[in-house]
């Protein structure tokens, strides 16, 4: 069974950096697209990032620009870089991972076979 586990989420000012990572274990997810995607309270799950197994990758209109989304097949590690960070950026942030690999929805939550449980994000103002 394939584990996803968050780390990196933490309490920053507006402005600053996060990295967070996302290590899968129990299979190989070498050929599956790794997205993030992010819940904010009171709000639904929004599309963040995705990437294919080809390093094919694709980013929300929200965040193009200040998230970047890069994987490290040796690992199974994938990483979401955030710069500039914004107090509407605050939500629990979570990765997930489609088997297939086809990229054909990638912003789309149904299409992912396993999730994380997710790593909290919160940005003062």
């Known amino acids: 069974q394939v584990q996803l586990v968050e780390s990196g989420g933490g309490l920053v000012q507006a402005g600053g950096t996060l990295r967070l990572s996302c290590a899968a274990s129990?299979?190989?997810?070498?050929?599956?697209?790794m997205g993030w995607f992010r819940q904010a309270p009171g709000k639904e799950r929004e599309f963040v990032a995705a990437?294919?197994?080809?390093?094919?990758?694709g980013h929300a209109d929200s965040v193009k620009g200040r998230f970047t989304i890069d994987r490290d097949q040796a690992t199974n590690t994938v990483y979401l870089q955030i710069n500039s960070l914004k107090p509407e950026d605050t939500a629990v942030y979570y990765c997930?991972?489609?088997?297939?690999?086809?990229?054909?929805?990638?912003?789309?939550?149904?299409?992912?076979?396993?999730w994380g449980q997710g790593t909290q994000v919160t940005v003062s103002s």
């Open positions: 997930a991972a489609d088997e297939r690999g086809i990229w054909f929805r990638p912003w789309d939550g149904r299409e992912y076979d396993y």
């Open positions: 129990g299979g190989t997810l070498s050929s599956s697209i």
């Open positions: 990437i294919s197994w080809r390093g094919l990758t």
